[in-house]
């Protein structure tokens, strides 16, 4: 797991869940299996530096790989759970936002753009996240 962020003196990942950013963005990338993992963690936090932080758009991001569902945790579920979360090539980052996602998502569109057209990895999803108001139903009305 890495964790990279924007300031100086940032929120540390331990607290950022419940700090009260406006939102979150997910990213899911399948890394290119014949790029070396360290030098790829390495360019997409320098990408990462160079355009969402740049502009402002995230305040943070954590960084880490999927764990495959254990046989004993899946062999005892009450039903079929999908896809798997990927192999050891697959990633996910989680970004912490300032801002309504959707004032930042042409940035995120940049930064999915510069993923694939690299030959080093591409974006297989993502999606903003809105901030919910704990103890109201905010939002609530827009689920159906």
Not at 4 to 21: F, I, N, T
Not at 85 to 104: H, S
Request: proline residues 6%; aromatic residues 12%.
């Amino acid at each position: 797991m890495r964790n990279y962020y924007r300031d100086d003196d940032p929120v540390p990942m331990e607290l950022a869940l419940d700090h009260g950013y406006q939102g979150l963005v997910s990213v899911s990338i399948e890394k290119n299996p014949e790029i070396n993992t360290s030098q790829f963690e390495d360019w997409i936090e320098n990408l990462t530096s160079s355009t969402v932080f740049k502009s402002g758009a995230a305040e943070s991001c954590s960084m880490w790989k999927p764990v495959p569902g254990q046989d004993e945790m899946t062999g005892k579920a009450p039903m079929d759970l999908g896809t798997s979360p990927g192999g050891e090539n697959r990633y996910v980052q989680l970004f912490f936002i300032e801002k309504d996602p959707r004032e930042v998502w042409d940035d995120f569109i940049e930064y999915g753009k510069a993923v694939d057209s690299s030959d080093k990895a591409k974006i297989l999803f993502a999606a903003p996240f809105f901030a919910t108001v704990v103890g109201t139903d905010r939002y609530a009305d827009q689920l159906w």
